[in-house]
């Protein structure tokens, strides 16, 4: 965002002020588009202001507020002459028509319940502390008087909205920076107000708990003039992070540039089984592929296990396969052009030969559960067989065994920013997998070695916490081995089935179980015009 924003100065499309005008105004018409009823009370706002431009911006906000006719309480914490030099020019624009309490006060009147405006409580608290640059924990005081801010006013009586970011966290990971052994935030919000664009915070870790909802602000930023202005700036943002959309028209290709086309011209996934007891993973996964566009699935099964698996499938195809060397075997047919190899498929030595041998075979491939933990202790050597198009789909746990070193710099508790995040963890296993990472979890992240990231985050309006049961990792499995088998790149692949597999799990809502999935797809392409 800095550079962005020094880009526009620089192209004289915009100044401080006024970006921080626009800021102020984006911030009061989201709170007024979010809660229309907000203006049909005592109208009164606290607001807290911090020492840089994310202060400016609560003075502006002030200012607003008040022309609004609200009754308005401003705090600064620092000293008003240390302040940047738009920020100050906006605290002395709002000094002239009300006052500024200083930190000291402020803590004062919230621990003795003491307000400018007497028995009025605020219908609106509004942290402009700090915006995405905090690199640090919050002071002990402060942190200390945001607690009592919290408790003065329980949730439910005031509307808590953050400027850009909630004050704490850090915004390039979404993890609270927090001082001595409080790793919580003090204040949780109803709605975060973001300039320009989502950040990594909103939507990473804790984020989306901490900021409430999110809304974004124009704030007149041309990011296409911008990126052809400064080629520096347009490499940043090429490289930048961003999050999974649906790709409507990679699904739709196939049918519309081959009409006629054979079930052979849409792929044949294989889907390995594990034996008698442990087939339904396997069957949930095939069951995703075929639903997402496979134009054939077989499920390879052990002998021992074929019949339970014959009993429950029909569209999908059945095969033998005791082992690496019957893998083998059934590999010779090159129209099998996509594998998933993992659900239910059992942890040991024989799992970790069917995966070599799989990955020997130089095809698009999707590894998951078994076929991940069955390298726990010992994966450098799966990395040595791991290619560049082969797509590792683990959860925490399994990201934890595969990758011990980047998973304790994840959970360590940061105590400064930048924090590693989700995506520097995932990037960096990417690199030293060299193949896609999918980084499963509520705030999912994609990453190929070197080249695209995506986060494909189910929070929000996407939020679907009924997707944390039995089975839904393997159908999106399936779903990634469906669309590689139908010949799109892997980390599109991987980008696509999270998008779709959210979509899906929305569409029904709570009580989903994983077979729901697969049969609720034909429904979203159709929304998405498939």
């Avoid at 100065?9 to 907000?38: H, N």
């Avoid at 990679?250 to 594990?274: I, M, Q, T």
């Avoid at 054939?296 to 060397?325: D, K, Q, W, Y």
């Avoid at 990453?447 to 009924?466: F, H, K, L, Q, S």
Wanted: charged share 20%; glycine share 12%; hydrophobic share 45%.
């Amino acid at each position: 965002m800095r550079a962005i924003e020094q880009a526009a100065f620089d192209g004289g499309s915009a100044t401080g002020i006024e970006l921080m005008e626009r800021a102020g105004q984006g911030v009061v018409e989201a709170i007024l588009s979010a809660y229309p009823d907000v203006e049909q009370g005592h109208r009164h706002a606290l607001i807290l202001c911090g020492p840089g431009n994310n202060g400016g911006d609560g003075f502006v906000i002030a200012r607003l507020l008040q022309e609004r006719g609200w009754g308005v309480e401003c705090f600064l914490y620092g000293e008003a002459i240390r302040l940047p030099p738009d920020a100050r020019a906006n605290h002395d624009r709002w000094a002239a028509v009300g006052p500024v309490v200083a930190f000291n006060d402020w803590r004062f009147g919230l621990r003795y319940g003491v307000r400018m405006t007497g028995d009025v409580a605020p219908t609106v608290l509004i942290d402009a502390l700090f915006g995405t640059g905090l690199t640090r924990p919050l002071d002990e005081p402060l942190d200390r008087a945001l607690r009592e801010l919290d408790a003065a006013f329980p949730k439910g009586t005031a509307l808590r909205v953050a400027v850009d970011a909630p004050s704490g966290l850090c915004m390039d990971s979404g993890r609270p920076l927090a001082p001595g052994p409080q790793e919580e935030l003090p204040l949780r919000y109803d709605l975060t107000v973001s300039f320009h664009r989502r950040k990594l915070g909103h939507l990473l870790a804790e984020g989306p708990d901490a900021c409430g909802s999110v809304k974004v602000a124009d704030i007149g930023l041309d990011q296409a003039a911008l990126r052809a202005s400064r080629p520096e700036l347009r490499e940043t943002l090429a490289a930048a992070v961003t999050e999974a959309a649906p790709r409507a028209y990679e699904l739709r290709k196939g049918g519309e540039d081959n009409p006629g086309g054979h079930k052979y011209d849409y792929g044949h996934a294989l889907v390995l089984s594990g034996g008698p007891g442990r087939t339904g993973a396997a069957r949930l996964a095939a069951r995703g592929a075929i639903r997402v566009g496979a134009g054939l699935v077989t499920v390879a099964a052990p002998g021992s296990a074929m019949a339970e698996c014959a009993a429950h499938l029909t569209a999908i195809m059945l095969t033998r396969c005791n082992g690496a060397s019957d893998l083998g075997a059934v590999l010779e047919d090159e129209r099998l052009n996509a594998l998933c190899l993992g659900p239910g498929l059992g942890v040991g030595s024989a799992t970790r030969d069917m995966v070599i041998t799989a990955l020997g075979s130089r095809r698009r491939c999707v590894l998951d559960a078994d076929a991940l933990t069955s390298f726990a202790g010992s994966a450098p050597t799966l990395f040595a067989h791991l290619h560049s198009r082969v797509v590792l789909t683990p959860h925490a746990g399994e990201f934890a065994r595969l990758f011990p070193d980047i998973w304790r710099k994840l959970a360590e508790t940061p105590t400064g920013g930048p924090a590693f995040s989700k995506v520097d963890a995932t990037q960096e296993a990417a690199a030293r997998a060299g193949c896609i990472v999918l980084f499963k979890g509520r705030d999912t992240v994609i990453a190929e070695p070197g080249g695209r990231t995506v986060v494909c985050a189910a929070a929000y309006d996407r939020a679907t916490p009924w997707l944390a049961t039995a089975g839904a990792g393997d159908v999106l499995s399936g779903m990634i081995t469906g669309l590689l088998a139908r010949d799109i790149w892997p980390v599109t692949a991987a980008e696509i089935a999270t998008w779709l597999h959210v979509e899906a799990a929305r569409t029904f809502g709570p009580g989903l179980i994983a077979t729901d999935i697969p049969d609720l797809l034909p429904g979203v392409f159709r929304a998405i015009g498939v």
